[in-house]
Protein backbone atom coordinates (compact mmCIF):
# COMPACT_ATOMS: atom_id res chain seq x y z
CA UNK A 1 0.00 0.00 0.00
CA UNK A 2 1.37 3.18 -1.18
CA UNK A 3 0.20 5.10 1.80
CA UNK A 4 2.39 8.19 1.74
CA UNK A 5 5.83 9.78 2.93
CA UNK A 6 6.22 9.34 6.80
CA UNK A 7 3.39 6.40 7.49
CA UNK A 8 4.32 5.76 11.46
CA UNK A 9 1.78 3.75 13.42
CA UNK A 10 -1.75 1.81 12.88
CA UNK A 11 -4.85 1.36 14.96
CA UNK A 12 -8.39 0.27 14.07
CA UNK A 13 -11.62 1.52 14.95
CA UNK A 14 -14.96 -0.32 14.27
CA UNK A 15 -17.65 1.65 12.11
CA UNK A 16 -21.35 0.24 11.56
CA UNK A 17 -19.87 -2.99 12.51
CA UNK A 18 -16.84 -3.19 10.22
CA UNK A 19 -13.08 -2.80 11.62
CA UNK A 20 -11.41 0.33 9.41
CA UNK A 21 -7.53 0.65 9.65
CA UNK A 22 -6.25 3.91 10.90
CA UNK A 23 -2.71 4.92 9.58
CA UNK A 24 -1.27 8.01 10.34
CA UNK A 25 0.81 10.24 7.68
CA UNK A 26 3.65 11.87 9.20
CA UNK A 27 4.77 13.86 5.83
CA UNK A 28 1.17 14.93 5.17
CA UNK A 29 -0.10 15.06 8.47
CA UNK A 30 -3.17 13.54 8.01
CA UNK A 31 -4.80 9.82 9.00
CA UNK A 32 -5.46 7.61 6.06
CA UNK A 33 -8.16 5.00 6.63
CA UNK A 34 -8.46 2.01 4.88
CA UNK A 35 -10.78 -0.89 4.09
CA UNK A 36 -8.95 -4.53 4.41
CA UNK A 37 -9.58 -7.06 2.35
CA UNK A 38 -8.16 -8.73 -0.79
CA UNK A 39 -8.32 -5.22 -2.12
CA UNK A 40 -7.49 -2.39 0.40
CA UNK A 41 -9.39 0.63 -0.02
CA UNK A 42 -8.85 3.97 0.92
CA UNK A 43 -11.91 5.21 2.63
CA UNK A 44 -11.72 8.54 4.30
CA UNK A 45 -8.43 11.34 4.97
CA UNK A 46 -8.52 12.80 7.95
CA UNK A 47 -6.68 15.87 8.49
CA UNK A 48 -4.68 16.27 11.60
CA UNK A 49 -1.97 18.46 13.78
CA UNK A 50 1.65 18.73 12.62
CA UNK A 51 3.12 15.41 12.72
CA UNK A 52 0.92 12.57 13.52
CA UNK A 53 2.72 9.84 14.83
CA UNK A 54 1.63 7.47 17.72
CA UNK A 55 -2.08 5.97 17.34
CA UNK A 56 -4.73 3.84 19.28
CA UNK A 57 -8.44 3.34 19.16
CA UNK A 58 -10.70 3.38 22.63
CA UNK A 59 -12.15 -0.05 23.82
CA UNK A 60 -15.48 0.45 21.45
CA UNK A 61 -13.97 1.41 18.32
CA UNK A 62 -15.70 4.91 18.48
CA UNK A 63 -12.30 7.06 18.68
CA UNK A 64 -8.94 6.90 17.55
CA UNK A 65 -5.98 8.78 19.71
CA UNK A 66 -3.30 10.50 17.73
CA UNK A 67 -0.17 11.75 19.06
CA UNK A 68 0.88 14.74 17.21
CA UNK A 69 5.01 14.63 17.75
CA UNK A 70 5.50 18.18 16.53
CA UNK A 71 2.19 19.37 17.73
CA UNK A 72 2.59 18.15 21.67
CA UNK A 73 -1.21 17.31 21.21
CA UNK A 74 -3.51 14.23 20.91
CA UNK A 75 -6.32 14.55 18.58
CA UNK A 76 -9.29 12.36 19.25
CA UNK A 77 -10.98 11.20 16.28
CA UNK A 78 -14.46 9.76 15.96
CA UNK A 79 -14.73 7.12 14.05
CA UNK A 80 -18.17 7.55 13.15
CA UNK A 81 -17.95 11.51 11.89
CA UNK A 82 -14.38 10.39 10.55
CA UNK A 83 -13.37 13.49 11.96
CA UNK A 84 -11.41 15.20 14.25
CA UNK A 85 -13.50 16.59 17.43
CA UNK A 86 -11.45 17.25 20.48
CA UNK A 87 -7.51 17.18 21.02
CA UNK A 88 -5.73 17.10 24.51
CA UNK A 89 -2.55 18.82 25.15
CA UNK A 90 -0.02 16.42 26.54
CA UNK A 91 3.66 17.75 26.76
CA UNK A 92 6.71 17.42 24.31
CA UNK A 93 6.55 15.39 21.11
CA UNK A 94 4.46 12.25 22.03
CA UNK A 95 5.86 9.40 19.92
CA UNK A 96 3.07 6.11 21.06
CA UNK A 97 -0.13 5.69 22.53
CA UNK A 98 -1.52 3.20 24.17
CA UNK A 99 -4.99 2.88 25.93
CA UNK A 100 -5.95 0.87 29.10
CA UNK A 101 -10.02 0.33 28.88
CA UNK A 102 -11.43 0.16 32.74
CA UNK A 103 -7.87 1.64 34.33
CA UNK A 104 -9.68 4.39 36.24
CA UNK A 105 -12.83 2.45 37.71
CA UNK A 106 -13.33 4.68 40.05
CA UNK A 107 -12.76 8.45 41.05
CA UNK A 108 -11.31 11.06 39.10
CA UNK A 109 -8.10 9.12 38.48
CA UNK A 110 -5.96 12.17 39.17
CA UNK A 111 -3.69 10.64 42.08
CA UNK A 112 -0.10 11.17 41.39
CA UNK A 113 -0.44 12.93 38.32
CA UNK A 114 1.13 16.69 37.94
CA UNK A 115 -0.63 19.68 35.52
CA UNK A 116 1.11 20.01 32.26
CA UNK A 117 3.26 22.78 32.24
CA UNK A 118 3.14 25.74 30.03
CA UNK A 119 5.91 26.93 27.86
CA UNK A 120 6.38 28.26 24.25
CA UNK A 121 4.05 27.46 21.47
CA UNK A 122 6.02 25.48 18.81
CA UNK A 123 6.53 27.68 15.73
CA UNK A 124 4.49 25.73 13.12
CA UNK A 125 5.10 26.56 9.49
CA UNK A 126 3.70 25.18 5.84
CA UNK A 127 6.26 24.70 2.98
CA UNK A 128 4.51 25.26 -0.25
CA UNK A 129 5.69 25.01 -3.57
CA UNK A 130 5.41 27.81 -6.66
CA UNK A 131 2.48 27.72 -8.33
CA UNK A 132 2.26 24.81 -11.54
CA UNK A 133 5.31 23.17 -9.53
CA UNK A 134 4.57 19.76 -6.79
CA UNK A 135 6.33 19.75 -3.66
CA UNK A 136 5.80 20.06 -0.03
CA UNK A 137 7.10 20.22 3.52
CA UNK A 138 6.43 21.62 7.20
CA UNK A 139 8.91 23.18 9.33
CA UNK A 140 8.45 22.73 13.03
CA UNK A 141 10.82 25.10 15.81
CA UNK A 142 10.15 24.14 19.47
CA UNK A 143 11.82 26.26 22.31
CA UNK A 144 13.94 24.32 25.00
CA UNK A 145 15.28 27.91 26.54
CA UNK A 146 18.85 28.93 25.16
CA UNK A 147 18.05 26.90 22.17
CA UNK A 148 15.64 25.55 19.74
CA UNK A 149 15.01 22.49 17.33
CA UNK A 150 13.88 22.89 14.41
CA UNK A 151 12.22 19.91 12.35
CA UNK A 152 12.05 19.88 8.55
CA UNK A 153 9.99 17.13 6.43
CA UNK A 154 9.74 17.70 3.16
CA UNK A 155 7.75 15.45 -0.09
CA UNK A 156 7.03 15.49 -3.62
CA UNK A 157 10.55 16.74 -4.52
CA UNK A 158 13.52 15.41 -6.56
CA UNK A 159 15.13 11.80 -5.71
CA UNK A 160 18.15 11.43 -4.03
CA UNK A 161 19.13 14.90 -4.28
CA UNK A 162 20.78 17.67 -1.59
CA UNK A 163 18.27 20.46 -0.42
CA UNK A 164 19.29 22.97 1.88
CA UNK A 165 16.63 24.96 4.33
CA UNK A 166 17.37 28.98 4.88
CA UNK A 167 15.99 32.15 6.12
CA UNK A 168 14.90 34.12 3.78
CA UNK A 169 18.48 36.53 3.29
CA UNK A 170 20.48 33.87 5.23
CA UNK A 171 23.65 32.67 3.44
CA UNK A 172 23.98 29.54 6.08
CA UNK A 173 21.47 26.89 6.13
CA UNK A 174 19.44 26.25 9.15
CA UNK A 175 19.32 22.23 8.09
CA UNK A 176 20.36 20.60 5.39
CA UNK A 177 18.78 16.87 4.46
CA UNK A 178 18.55 14.60 1.35
CA UNK A 179 15.47 12.86 -0.14
CA UNK A 180 14.96 9.21 -0.54
CA UNK A 181 14.24 7.62 -3.72
CA UNK A 182 10.63 8.75 -3.60
CA UNK A 183 11.62 12.36 -2.86
CA UNK A 184 10.86 13.12 0.68
CA UNK A 185 13.39 13.38 3.71
CA UNK A 186 13.35 14.61 7.32
CA UNK A 187 16.40 16.51 8.86
CA UNK A 188 16.99 17.98 12.41
CA UNK A 189 18.81 20.59 13.92
CA UNK A 190 19.65 22.50 17.05
CA UNK A 191 20.78 26.19 17.63
CA UNK A 192 19.33 29.96 18.12
CA UNK A 193 16.67 29.24 15.37
CA UNK A 194 14.04 32.00 16.33
CA UNK A 195 17.18 34.85 17.51
CA UNK A 196 18.52 33.75 13.90
CA UNK A 197 15.33 34.28 11.62
CA UNK A 198 14.28 37.27 13.74
CA UNK A 199 13.39 40.08 11.20
CA UNK A 200 15.69 43.17 11.84
CA UNK A 201 12.87 45.08 11.33
CA UNK A 202 10.02 42.91 12.33
CA UNK A 203 6.36 43.36 11.04
CA UNK A 204 3.29 42.63 13.03
CA UNK A 205 1.83 39.36 12.13
CA UNK A 206 4.39 37.92 9.74
CA UNK A 207 6.73 34.76 10.79
CA UNK A 208 10.15 34.52 9.48
CA UNK A 209 9.86 33.45 5.81
CA UNK A 210 11.74 30.06 5.36
CA UNK A 211 12.59 28.72 2.05
CA UNK A 212 14.11 25.19 0.54
CA UNK A 213 16.31 25.28 -2.49
CA UNK A 214 18.35 22.70 -4.33
CA UNK A 215 22.09 22.56 -3.07
CA UNK A 216 23.21 24.84 -0.65
CA UNK A 217 23.20 28.10 -2.24
CA UNK A 218 20.40 30.21 -0.33
CA UNK A 219 20.02 32.45 -3.10
CA UNK A 220 18.90 29.84 -5.47
CA UNK A 221 15.21 29.79 -6.72
CA UNK A 222 13.01 28.55 -3.67
CA UNK A 223 11.33 25.08 -4.67
CA UNK A 224 9.63 25.75 -1.40
CA UNK A 225 8.68 28.51 1.00
CA UNK A 226 6.33 29.23 3.89
CA UNK A 227 4.46 31.90 2.69
Known sequence: IDS??????????????????????GGENVVKVYR?????QLVATIPVGAL???IWGSEDGSRIFVGLENGDKVDVIDTAKQKVVAEI????????????PGAVPDGAGTQNLMPLKTGPENLTLSL??????????????????????IDVSIA???PMTEYG??????????????TNDKGAGMASSIGPVRTIGA???????????????????????????SR
Open 165 to 178: VFFEGQDEPVVVLK
Open 128 to 149: KAPEGATGSGMVVSRNLGLVDT
Open 4 to 25: GPVSNHLGFGTVDGETLVYVTI
Open 89 to 100: PIGQAPQALVFV
Open 199 to 225: PREPTAGKEPRLVVVEGLKGTASPVLA
Open 156 to 158: KLK
Open 52 to 54: PHG
Open 36 to 40: PGETT
